[in-house]
């Protein structure tokens, strides 16, 4: 279970990253995934990066917190 709470937390910062490099220079009338854009109000933009970013921080809190509870094993 460590495992896919690692796998997971790396592969949502990585996402997390890429939203945010491609919408350095965008306003928040539109938000830019990968190659796609969505027009939306600055309310979904902002929506959009901080619910990824609570499943990004849920994933590490519980890959940290089953490490700490037994740091012998790694399943």
Known sequence: MKAFYL???IIFTVFLGVVAYFNINSSLTKLNLVF???NASPAVVILVIAVI???TGAFYHA???RTL???ETFE
């Open 7 to 9: 796998i997971s937390s």
């Open 36 to 38: 796609t854009e969505i």
């Open 53 to 55: 970013g609570i499943f």
């Open 63 to 65: 890959f940290l917190s």
């Open 69 to 71: 509870d037994n740091p």
